[in-house]
Nanobody, 115 residues
Framework: QVQLVESGGGLVQHGGSLRLSCAAS????????MGWYRQAPGKQRELVAT???????TYADFVKGRFTISRDNAKNSVFLQMNSLESEDTAVYYC?????????WGQGTQVTVSS
């Protein structure tokens, strides 16, 4: 049974920081590409950042320079360090594991940035 469990969300002030974690089980984590997505109320889910199994990262334009995605294969975990948070970053953040036709999602963690 595959599980992705996000944690680290919460309420933070404008300009603050949060570090999200996603712990995976039931998959061979090291061969999966990983991503963070977010969905704000009334909006579609959007890609935030990805890190492939080899470690290469990509970022959405709206988070470049503020967010950093990383992974620890020994801990079967992926992280999202979020700095300089803005009210527009308020959303539910989801972790995704993907490889070929396989896709697995976590349940999400709420991030709320107060102005």
């Amino acid at each position: 049974q595959v599980q992705l469990v996000e944690s680290g969300g919460g309420l933070v002030q404008h300009g603050g920081s949060l570090r999200l974690s996603c712990a995976a089980s039931g998959i061979r984590f090291s061969v999966f590409d990983m991503g963070w997505y977010r969905q704000a109320p009334g909006k579609q889910r959007e890609l935030v950042a990805t890190i492939v199994s080899g470690g290469t990262t990509t970022y959405a334009d709206f988070v470049k320079g503020r967010f950093t995605i990383s992974r620890d294969n020994a801990k079967n975990s992926v992280f999202l360090q979020m700095n300089s948070l803005e009210s527009e970053d308020t959303a539910v953040y989801y972790c995704k594991a993907f490889r070929g036709p396989l896709n697995y999602w976590g349940q999400g963690t709420q991030v709320t940035v107060s102005s």
